[in-house]
């Protein structure tokens, strides 16, 4: 089984992008992430839904390597978003760092905003390290 397993069901249809779950093989030691949103390490927020979620991947990526986790690892990540219609954005730039063969389980969840007016995109992971 890996670090993970993911589970194909007959019913609901194939998602797009995420799994439906993911088991996580006995053992693993699990990293669970704070939300990451994109200020930079001078405390700007670029414009835009690609820029702040190739951003907040960055990130997210960071923390997941302080904590001894790769991308790989990633069996569950929560998004934040202020719009739903930035989801082809938002899963164009997270296909560039998760494996799309076996993408992690996923919630969106729209916001009426973040900590701040000029957020557009949180994101959290929860990751098995093996």
Sequence with gaps: MGRMAIIEFPAPPSPN???????VASGSRLVHTSGQVAIDADGNVPDGWEAQTRLVFRNLGNV??????????????????TDVDAVAVVRRVRDEFVDVTRPPASSLVRVAGLFRDDLLIEVEAVAAVG
């Excluded at 995420?18 to 088991?23: E, I, K, L, P």
């Excluded at 997941?64 to 978003?81: H, P, R």
């Design 64 to 81: 997941l390597a302080s904590a001894g986790a790769t991308w790989a690892d990633v069996v569950k990540l929560t998004f934040f978003v």
């Design 17 to 23: 992008g995420f799994s439906h779950a993911v088991v």
